[in-house]
T-cell receptor, first 113, second 114 residues
Framework: GQQLNQSPQSMFIQEGEDVSMNCTSS?????WLWYKQDPGEGPVLLIA?????ELTSNGRLTAQFGITRKDSFLNISASIPSDVGIYFC?????????????FGKGTKLSVKP | SAVISQKPSRDICQRGTSLTIQCQVD?????MFWYRQQPGQSLTLIAT?????????ESGFVIDKFPISRPNLTFSTLTVSNMSPEDSSIYLC???????????FGPGTRLTVL
């Protein structure tokens, strides 16, 4: 099946730092989504990207849909402790008829000790 | 948007028993899905719950093990049958809205099988 490669797998943040993560694929996708999952919760949609080259912001979060439609990045500016969690990229895979949402393996953000 | 609730939020079950998880959405949605998330892993799609007909299962998941119902546009159930410790996982309900084709997730049901 389709695979999304997320990097980094994990990172430590210090309050106030900017954070960047990305997601790549060998295939073209027309919608890219970024979710955040807190411990014990379901994923929450942060940003949805529908157009190649699109740059979208949601507060301190900024995401871009790569022009090749094979990648996306998510930036978090001036991180705060509640940014800790797992961030997943996701795409709709229309290899079947309905478009199943498939996920990357996630980037885990933790607070720097 | 869609707000999704699941019951139970967690359970501890004995091997060989079955558990039914309920999913309720606060508005009518076009599609409902069930995912599994094993500890420290990403989400894997189990099946699409189809209203009034049999669910569509992904490779590696079968109806006898994971029977699913969807009697209307806002409710679905997933049963984990004849459980074994390998079924210990988080089970997540998800729904896609009519407008914007956006997909939302419930809080999950954390299942532990002893």
């Amino acid at each position: 099946g389709q695979q999304l490669n997320q990097s980094p797998q994990s990172m430590f943040i210090q309050e106030g730092e900017d954070v960047s993560m990305n997601c790549t694929s060998s295939s073209i996708f027309n919608t890219w989504l970024w979710y955040k999952q807190d411990p014990g919760e379901g994923p929450v949609l942060l940003i949805a990207l529908y157009k190649a080259g699109e740059l979208t912001s949601n507060g301190r979060l900024t995401a871009q849909f790569g022009i090749t439609r094979k990648d996306s990045f998510l930036n978090i500016s001036a991180s705060i402790p509640s940014d800790v969690g797992i961030y997943f990229c996701a795409v709709y895979d229309y290899g079947g008829s309905q478009g199943n949402l498939i996920f990357g393996k996630g980037t885990k953000l933790s607070v720097k000790p | 948007s869609a707000v999704i609730s699941q019951k139970p939020s967690r359970d501890i079950c004995q091997r060989g028993t079955s558990l039914t998880i309920q999913c309720q959405v606060d508005s009518q949605v076009t599609m409902m899905f069930w995912y599994r998330q094993q500890p420290g892993q990403s989400l894997t799609l189990i099946a699409t719950a189809n209203q009034g007909s049999e669910a569509t299962y992904e490779s590696g998941f079968v109806i006898d093990k994971f029977p699913i119902s969807r009697p209307n546009l806002t409710f679905s159930t997933l049963t984990v049958s004849n459980m074994s410790p390998e079924d210990s996982s988080i089970y997540l309900c998800s729904a896609r809205t009519f407008l914007g084709n956006t997909q939302y997730f419930g809080p999950g049901t954390r299942l532990t099988v002893l």
